[in-house]
Each structure stands twice: as structure tokens, then as C-alpha cells.
Nanobody, 123 residues
Framework: VQLQASGGGLVQAGGSLRLSCVASGRTLSRYAMGWFRQDPGKERDLVAGISWSGLSRYYADSVKGRFTIVRDNAQNTVYLQMNDLKPEDTGVYYC?????????????????WGQGTQVTVSS
């Protein structure tokens, strides 16, 4: 299984980006999916997660009201729509999939990881 993340880039504060994560090799329709952010020298923290059905979502407090996670199981893809971006949103964003977890994924529960995409928000 491979997860291919894309959509990162450089944006000014207040701008928007949409990250995409496409899975190949097998269907992940029964996996919870999540987006994690990693700052230099720190662990990856969950930013947003979604259950396999799409009915349950989790958001970190810092992104509530600004980020939206959605999935398209027919396309084996999960998206993270990021609006009103702030400099503190800067980091490398990784998508991940977990068979065991719900929308509040833990790092050690994730079975597959994407390669990461850089998001930089300038002030």
C-alpha cells in the first residue's frame, strides 16, 4: 500500500490550501484516515482524522472551524481543506491510515504513512 500526499505549498496568512492523499495498492475504505503535522524536532501530531465511514471526525483544537477533512472511498482519497491559514500551521503534513483506530488516530495505531507534504504559511 502506498499513500501519496500532495497539495502543500507556500501561502500567505489567511489563505487556503487543499491537501490530497491518494491510496494505491489496496482499498482503504475500511481504514480510519488522518492528517498529522510534524514540526522540526517534534513528534507528529494529529491535526484531523476521519472514520472509515466518514461519519465521525476529529479535529485538533487549533484547527477547529478552519480545517475540514473529507474522504472519497470510491476514489481511495482523503482531503484536508485548510482555510484561514496561520503561520503556526506551518509544517510537514503526513496522511496515515489505521485499521484499528477511530477518527482520533494515534501514531502507533497507523498502519500506513504517506511521504509528507510541506505547508508553509507566511505572515
Amino acid at each position: 500500500v502506498q499513500l501519496q500526499a500532495s497539495g502543500g505549498g507556500l501561502v500567505q496568512a489567511g489563505g487556503s490550501l487543499r491537501l490530497s492523499c491518494v491510496a494505491s495498492g489496496r482499498t482503504l475504505s475500511r481504514y480510519a484516515m488522518g492528517w498529522f503535522r510534524q514540526d522540526p524536532g517534534k513528534e507528529r501530531d494529529l491535526v484531523a482524522g476521519i472514520s472509515w465511514s466518514g461519519l465521525s471526525r476529529y479535529y485538533a483544537d487549533s484547527v477547529k472551524g478552519r480545517f475540514t477533512i473529507v474522504r472519497d472511498n470510491a476514489q481511495n482519497t482523503v482531503y484536508l481543506q485548510m482555510n484561514d491559514l496561520k503561520p503556526e500551521d506551518t509544517g510537514v503534513y503526513y496522511c496515515a491510515a489505521s485499521w484499528r483506530a477511530g477518527p482520533n488516530l494515534r501514531n502507533d495505531e497507523c498502519d500506513y504513512w504517506g511521504q509528507g507534504t510541506q505547508v508553509t504559511v507566511s505572515s
